[in-house]
């Protein structure tokens, strides 16, 4: 019964994506090309890879807000250390990116572990600090493709057997995390503290520390996706990633991460990032105006926790009838 | 503390907590008048209380909302929505005497769908005003694409703008300080106000007590909505510019100014005169920053490590009290 | 099995240990041993502090003084981590799970058994929880999520998560409160178990017929101090009343007679699904009705229903003859019913608040000249019914969270009399709070009565029931089982009706 909840919720994106293609590509059979497809591949790998790790710290009954910035802060650091040295191999820049990342998420989780202050607080205010940092380093300056090294824009375009780098590199991201959250201690351990944060103390878990590492890899990989965009945009201004978090937010929650915690998958959480992505080309093939983009964003967040609140309501019933000897 | 005679509750509060911004606040005019240049000119004050005014209209319901243990993150986007839709209006036409009443009633309308969302379906207000401020922004471009509409009638463009006999107070700062008092009084002084105290700091107790307190929450949702979309209005008279990304990051420098003032983001405490002394702390900053040719961009940095520090502190204060006095006990 | 002698060194032993929370010194100055391979029971009435030695023992709070000693070493419990490190597994009164998880994983939590990689071993968890819950008796899916189970089988699962931990030391704090006979057997049983196998066994609860049961050495607490550590076997049942109570049971109650007038309150058939079905009675002016029941039998789902806090499916209440709105505190409070409800820090006062605030917070209105709130109204107002009830404290500014216990719960009196209801509803009136204040508060019950005020009380201490009621409505599982009269109520009668046994 319960499994069928949460199976419900993939499947019924799954179902969401199978009409929207269909009908888009009956109206449109431009949106099948390889190019769309590609371009549809690409910018859900960016995507997915900050839901991964927003659904990490949702999963904590945490909340970061600040990944769109801390993917413009390392989108900006890497495209700046690349441009000054032109040999760099690609594998530096993205270890480049995710230490940038890390140490942005380290912040937040100290912040949050020993300010003993809710995360939505921190990371609305990083997400506004790291911005504001990028800016005052960067001013209006902007870092164009032709400036970055040939392999590393490459790396942003290519396959390695028909599979686009970052496709793959998204994909390694979400099997290691699904696999660390469902079959490791320390993933399960996540879990219950956003199930229930007293019992988690009383039973031993290491609430403070496993807060801490669920925000460095949030913002590790929000670093990793950083480079990532890069690779892929070559251009790179102080705006990069810029309200970001609204669509990650969104692929989390779309994808059945509960915002109370303790439930969801990055499975759940990569099948959002697909959907919006596919919705966001879906309105450029249509010659729909393309400002309905976020607003249907907006309208998904609340689509989604409304109807896993609904969900819950009625298991809750369900139970209180079957349980009541009365 | 504990010693300080009889004085009331929030006289102490105010003593602490609220002094301390006060004199920061005029700590900062005095270093800013005497190294910043500019600062001083009695241009740059209208200046800086016209800037100051979206921030501490907003702040008023926001607080209200805070102080009950909610947030409301989408008040830039329902500024920017019905800075949008006056925009849109006054293209095809409509009078602006009757634009403006009807986007204060749009602003009403987008804060009970919040309201909607927070008392009626139970959901966490953090995630629902962090969907409708997608989904309230993405409407305004929506409404109004990329384009900027910016033939408001002369008449209340230059009042929005002007200043109390030519002097350097600014015609708005009038109305605004009644609002604030009535907000104040009600938060304060009124059987509401207690309402709303009582909520955000036990919500079981409140209902306990016989107050309706989805009923009240509902209310402060709209109300914050409504003021929202007045300060959408007067922000688009101000500029005589319509646009859909209006009052862009609106949201954290109210969020940051009610905190700084001194209320608790786990709802429960906190003052009206606080805030507005968080209000003039935040813009005399950014505004001493501005002259400095800082970006406004870069200004987020300010406003976002004060935003933090404002919970922060109050917090690590109390735990070192406690662990002081335990120090003490053994 | 080692029974041994006075003098061999105790598996865990408390030390003059003192804790306070705030103003109210919850623990003050207590020592006891607990044996390997025997079951020490831990009495006292609510709120003498058994519950604070239990999270000392776990490792949520710290002593302020006084020392925790293993096998004769001092220790030190930072975090419940290090507690459960020592080998001492608590089952709290109540169940800490994780309701997103199976049941298996609640069980394994911290301590997953790993396979290759590192990996969990998900069919050994099963396994295990299998075999703890074929140990018990007992048949839950492991693979269930922990959400939605009945208390009795969180319960359940809360020992087979003491049990897989292999404890040196188990606490039970009130384990019982909420499971049939049957399951209370089986608990003693794998208890005795793990006792003989050379555990200690830390027990708490209120029924001393499992007491006298399961354990062979006695600690008695009251009013957080240290009354006697004995073994079992030289102590009857009177004597440890006699000590937990701390006075003669004949002079405490001093309820007047009181000719009831007419019905004031009627409740008939009001239904809660999955909580109480078809509950029906009335109270007279000057009456007080008691709801005696075990924990869990639905007595306070029933008041908070009647006014209004929470929903009913169906059923009525009429107060002096109109019908409340159902689901609407407000207008039960116009028509003159209050509610003091069982849980004085979350439900009765608004912690945070200063005492002023919390009396007058249900009449904000009534007290509001013109809608506004200036001037000394409010405070004339509190300060006379918090003097009426000799509330002690400093200054009525104060938050009401520096109250003792005693002076809160008069606060919460104070809120709801100010009002002058005609039907005031009290839901465990004394539950924590010291002998004294006890005695004031049952005066000030038997008082009202013979005011006329009709009275309701919920109340899980049999002699304040037989003490107090004109009437004693008896619940179980959601249903009222008995209505005995003053006359013809005694502590068998009662508990008989309660336990569901013939008597």
Redo the contacts between chains.
Sequence with gaps: M?GTVFKARESGIVLALVVLIVFTATQNSRFLSGQSIRDILLGTAILAVLAVGQAVVMITRN?D?SVGSVLGLSAFTVGSLLRDNQGLPVIVALLAGLGVGAVCGLLNGV?VRF????A???T?????????????WA?GQQINADKLPGSFLSFGHDSIAGVPWLVLIAVIVLVVAG?VLR???AG??L??M???P?????????VGRNTIAAFLVSGGLAGLAGVLFAARFGTID?AAGNGYE?NV??AA?VGGV???G??GTVWGAGLGALLLTVIGSALAVLDI?Q?????????L??LA??AD??VAVR??RA???R???? | MSDKGIRPAWLSRLASWDAAVIVITVLVLVIASGTVENFGTSRNFTFLLLDLLPIALVALPMTFVIVTGEIDLSVASTLGLTSAVMGDLWDKGMTIESIMPLCVVLGAVLGALNGFFVTVLKLPSLAVTIGTLALYRGLAFVVLGDNAVADFPRDYTTWVTGTIGGGPIPNLLIPLMILAVIFGVVLHATPIGRAVFAAGASDQAARFAGIRVGRLKFWLYVVSGAVAGLAGVLWTLRYSSARADNGFGLELAVVAAVLLGGVSIFGGKGTLPGVLAGVVLLGTLQNALRLQDVSNEALNIVTGVLLIISVLLPNIVTRTRARFRRRATV | MTRHDEGSVPLLEVRGVTKSFGAVAAVAGVSFPLYAGEAHALVGENGAGKSTIVKMLAGVHRPDSGTLLVDGEPVEFATPADAKAAGIAVIYQEPTLFPDLSVAENIVMGRHPRGRLGMIDRAAIRAEAEQLFARLGVRIDPSRPARGLSIADQQIVEIAKALSADARVLIMDEPTAALSLVEVERLFSVARTLRDAGAAIMFISHRFEEITQLCQRVTIMRDGRHVSTDPMAGLTVDEMVRRMVGRELGTLFPKQDVEPGAVVLEVAGLTREGAFRDISFSVRAGEIVAFAGLVGAGRSEVVQAVFGVDQRDAGTVKLNGKRLKPGAPRASMAAGMALVPEDRRQEGLVMDLSIERNVTLPRSRALAKLGFLFGPGERREARRWTERLHTRYRRLGDPVATLSGGNQQKVVLAKWLAMAPKVLIVDEPTRGIDVGTKAEVHRLMSSLAAEGVAVVMVSSELPEVLGMADRVLVMREGRIVAEIPRAGATEDSVMFAAMGQAA
Aim: glycine share 12%; no cysteine; charged share 10%.
């Design positions: 319960f909340i807000l912040l300010g003993q202050v809710p939505l607080v921190v609305l205010g990083t997400l506004y600090a790291y911005r504001g940092v990028i800016y005052f001013g696999i079959n490791y201690r399960r351990e879990y219950a956003g199930s229930s007293q019992a988690a103390e009383l039973a031993g878990i290491k102080a609204l937010v969104a929650v509960a915002v109370f303790g439930s105006n400002f309905w983009q976020q607003a249907i964003v907006g309208a967040i609340l926790i409304g609140r609904l298991v809750q139970l209180k009838k349980d009541s000897h009365v």
